[in-house]
């Protein structure tokens, strides 16, 4: 089957940093762009970042620049998310996707969603 796993939420205070993992299983992503969406109570569900299958295109959401930074590694079918200087308003629950068509900004371009890691930052 194949599978989105994320991990690496959790609560951190304002200012500090997390990094998020998005594991694949079944199937290899290496091909695919992939994105990092978040989505608070709510809300919509809103794009993060996106890179290209090869690393060398990076897409990212104006609340997050200069703090955000999404990586992969292709050998471990692995993307993450390092999240710097966090804010409260970042809290959310943080999904990774695919991207299969499209816009890379907007989540219906997107399939083989993960479960979601929760990311809280308290003030």
């Known amino acids: 089957q194949d599978q989105l796993v994320e991990s690496g939420g959790g609560l951190v205070q304002a200012g500090g940093s997390l990094r998020l993992s998005c594991t694949a299983s079944g199937r290899t992503f290496s091909s695919y762009t992939m994105g990092w969406f978040r989505q608070a109570p709510g809300k919509e569900r809103d794009f993060v970042a996106a890179?290209?299958?090869?690393?060398?295109?990076?897409y990212y959401a104006d609340s997050v620049k200069g703090r955000f930074t999404i990586s992969r590694d292709n050998a471990k079918n692995t993307v993450y998310l390092q999240m710097n200087s966090l804010k409260p308003e970042d809290t959310a629950v943080y999904y990774c996707?695919?991207?299969?068509?499209?816009?890379?900004?907007?989540?219906?371009?997107?399939?083989?969603w993960g479960q979601g890691t929760q990311v809280t930052v308290s003030s």
């Open positions: 890179l290209s299958w090869s690393g060398g295109r990076t």
């Open positions: 996707a695919a991207h299969n068509g499209g816009s890379y900004y907007v989540h219906t371009s997107y399939d083989y």
